[in-house]
C-alpha cells in the first residue's frame, strides 16, 4: 500500500501542521495507526502532540558553555543514518496527557468510530537543527529519509512505513526539506489558505513536486489533492479565488494539476486551542461551547482521512465511511458527509 503522504505548501501557516493533526486525530478515531514524521525545524506536529524536543545538557562543556542534545530521537538522525529500515527506532509512541482518547465515548462525542478502537500515534518529532542540516547534502543524500522509512532493514523484513495504515511526514517550506520530504512519500497533499498568496502558492508547490519527478529521479510521486484551510464561506474574496483555482485546474493551466478536493477546513478558534492545549480538536466534543465548531472541523477533517484511504486503496475505506455516516446523528450532520464521497 503507498501509504506515505507529504502534506505540502511552499508557504508559511497555510496549515500543513493543523492538516496533519487534524488527519492523525481523524484517522486514529477511526482505529488506524498513524505515524507522524516531523520535517520542519519548527517541530509544530511534535508540540501538537505534546512531545516537543527537550534538549537536555550533556557532560562535555567547551570553556563556559555546557554542550546539549535532544532527549530523544529525532528525524535528523534518522536521515543521518541513512541506514535502511532504521526510522522504526526513532519513533516515540505517542500517550501524552492530551492525546488520551474517552475510549467509552461514542464517536461523535470524541470517542472511537468502533467500540474501543483507537489507533496508536507514532512521531518522530524534529527541532530546530534540522534546518542546518540540508547544508551538508549531495544530490544522492536527498534519498535518506526514503531509505530509513521505506525499506525494510534486513530481506524479506517489513519497512517501517509498512508498521502503519498512515504516515504523513509534515513538511516544511525550505525546498531542500521539502525534497527530502517527497522522494520518501508515494503521495503529496496540498492544503492552503483561500488568500492570494495562499492561491500563489500552489503552482508553486507543484514545480516542486514535478521537480522531485524530473531531477531527482522520483515519478512515483502523485498529487492527491487541495484543500482549503482557515475557510471563511461569507468572505467574497475567499470564494472567488477557490473558484478561479478550479477554474484553473479544469482548463488545465500549467502546474494546476492538483485536484481540488471539496473540502474547506473552517477557520475556528478550537483549531489553535487545540494546538495550545497539545490535544486533538475531537476532544472539544465533548466540551458543551466548544462543541458546534468542533463538530464541524472534525467532520471536514473525517471526510478528507476518508478520501485520503480511498486514494491509497486502504482496504478498510469503504467500511469506515459506512460507519461515519452512521456515526453521527442526523440533525449535527453538515454538508460535508454528504459530498465529496469519492
Ligand atoms: N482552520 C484554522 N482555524 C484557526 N486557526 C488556524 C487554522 N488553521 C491554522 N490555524 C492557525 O494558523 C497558524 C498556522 O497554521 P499551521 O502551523 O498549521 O501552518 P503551517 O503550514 O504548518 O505553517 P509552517 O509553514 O510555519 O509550518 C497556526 O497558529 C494555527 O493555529
Ligand atoms: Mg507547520
Given at each position: 500500500?503507498?501509504?506515505?503522504?507529504?502534506v505540502?505548501?511552499?508557504k508559511?501557516?497555510?496549515?500543513?501542521?493543523?492538516?496533519?493533526?487534524?488527519?492523525?486525530?481523524a484517522?486514529?478515531?477511526?482505529?488506524?495507526?498513524?505515524?507522524?514524521?516531523?520535517?520542519?525545524?519548527?517541530?509544530?506536529?511534535?508540540?501538537?502532540?505534546?512531545?516537543k524536543?527537550q534538549?537536555?545538557?550533556v557532560?562535555?562543556?567547551?570553556g563556559?558553555?555546557?554542550?546539549?542534545?535532544?532527549?530523544v530521537?529525532?528525524?535528523i538522525?534518522?536521515?543521518?543514518s541513512?541506514?535502511?529500515?532504521?526510522?522504526?527506532?526513532?519513533?516515540?509512541?505517542?500517550?501524552?496527557p492530551g492525546?488520551?482518547?474517552?475510549i467509552?465515548?461514542?464517536?461523535?462525542?470524541?470517542?472511537p468510530?468502533?467500540?474501543?478502537?483507537?489507533?496508536?500515534?507514532?512521531?518522530?518529532?524534529?527541532?530546530?537543527?534540522l534546518?542546518d542540516?540540508?547544508a551538508?547534502?549531495?544530490?544522492?543524500?536527498f534519498?535518506?529519509?526514503?531509505?530509513?522509512?521505506?525499506l525494510?532493514?534486513?530481506?524479506?523484513?517489513?519497512?517501517?512505513s509498512h508498521?502503519?495504515?498512515?504516515?504523513?511526514?509534515?513538511?516544511a517550506i525550505?525546498r531542500?526539506?521539502?525534497v527530502?520530504?517527497?522522494k520518501?512519500a508515494?503521495?503529496?497533499?496540498?492544503?492552503t489558505?483561500?488568500?492570494?498568496?495562499?492561491?500563489d502558492?500552489?503552482p508553486e508547490?507543484?514545480?516542486?513536486?514535478?521537480?522531485?519527478?524530473?531531477?531527482?529521479?522520483?515519478?512515483?510521486?502523485?498529487?492527491?489533492?487541495?484543500?482549503?484551510?482557515?475557510?471563511?464561506?461569507n468572505?467574497?474574496?475567499a470564494r472567488?479565488?477557490?473558484?478561479?483555482a478550479?477554474?484553473?485546474?479544469?482548463?488545465k493551466?500549467?502546474?494546476?494539476?492538483?485536484?481540488?478536493?471539496p473540502f474547506?477546513i473552517?477557520?475556528a478558534?478550537v483549531?489553535s486551542d487545540?494546538?495550545d492545549?497539545?490535544?486533538?480538536?475531537?476532544?472539544?466534543?465533548g466540551?458543551?461551547e466548544?462543541?458546534?465548531?468542533?463538530a464541524?472541523?472534525?467532520?471536514v477533517?473525517?471526510?478528507i482521512a476518508?478520501?485520503?484511504?480511498?486514494?491509497i486503496?486502504?482496504?478498510?475505506a469503504?467500511?469506515?465511511r459506512?460507519?461515519w455516516?452512521?456515526?453521527?446523528?442526523?440533525?449535527?450532520?453538515t454538508?460535508?458527509?454528504?459530498?465529496?464521497?469519492?
Amino acid at each position: 500500500m503507498k501509504n506515505v503522504v507529504s502534506v505540502m505548501m511552499r508557504k508559511g501557516g497555510a496549515g500543513k501542521s493543523t492538516l496533519t493533526l487534524l488527519l492523525t486525530d481523524a484517522l486514529v478515531r477511526m482505529g488506524l495507526n498513524v505515524l507522524v514524521i516531523d520535517m520542519d525545524p519548527q517541530g509544530n506536529a511534535g508540540t501538537g502532540l505534546g512531545r516537543k524536543v527537550q534538549m537536555r545538557a550533556v557532560e562535555a562543556r567547551i570553556g563556559k558553555t555546557t554542550l546539549e542534545e535532544p532527549d530523544v530521537l529525532t528525524v535528523i538522525e534518522v536521515i543521518q543514518s541513512g541506514e535502511d529500515g532504521v526510522a522504526d527506532e526513532a519513533v516515540l509512541l505517542i500517550d501524552t496527557p492530551g492525546w488520551q482518547y474517552p475510549i467509552d465515548l461514542p464517536f461523535h462525542r470524541g470517542g472511537p468510530l468502533s467500540a474501543g478502537k483507537i489507533g496508536r500515534v507514532g512521531l518522530i518529532p524534529s527541532y530546530s537543527a534540522l534546518e542546518d542540516l540540508p547544508a551538508s547534502w549531495k544530490p544522492t543524500d536527498f534519498e535518506r529519509l526514503a531509505h530509513t522509512l521505506l525499506l525494510p532493514a534486513e530481506r524479506g523484513g517489513i519497512a517501517p512505513s509498512h508498521r502503519w495504515d498512515v504516515v504523513l511526514i509534515d513538511t516544511a517550506i525550505a525546498r531542500a526539506l521539502g525534497v527530502q520530504s517527497a522522494k520518501a512519500a508515494f503521495y503529496a497533499l496540498f492544503v492552503t489558505n483561500a488568500e492570494k498568496f495562499g492561491v500563489d502558492a500552489i503552482p508553486e508547490t507543484m514545480r516542486l513536486v514535478e521537480d522531485v519527478r524530473d531531477h531527482y529521479y522520483h515519478d512515483g510521486i502523485d498529487v492527491m489533492g487541495l484543500v482549503w484551510n482557515a475557510y471563511s464561506p461569507n468572505q467574497i474574496t475567499a470564494r472567488a479565488l477557490t473558484m478561479d483555482a478550479a477554474q484553473a485546474h479544469t482548463a488545465k493551466q500549467k502546474h494546476w494539476d492538483a485536484p481540488i478536493w471539496p473540502f474547506e477546513i473552517p477557520k475556528a478558534t478550537v483549531v489553535s486551542d487545540s494546538h495550545d492545549m497539545a490535544a486533538p480538536v475531537s476532544a472539544f466534543l465533548g466540551t458543551s461551547e466548544k462543541r458546534k465548531p468542533a463538530a464541524k472541523v472534525c467532520q471536514v477533517a473525517e471526510a478528507i482521512a476518508l478520501r485520503l484511504l480511498d486514494t491509497i486503496g486502504h482496504p478498510l475505506a469503504g467500511e469506515l465511511r459506512e460507519a461515519w455516516v452512521q456515526a453521527w446523528p442526523e440533525n449535527e450532520q453538515t454538508n460535508v458527509m454528504t459530498k465529496g464521497v469519492a
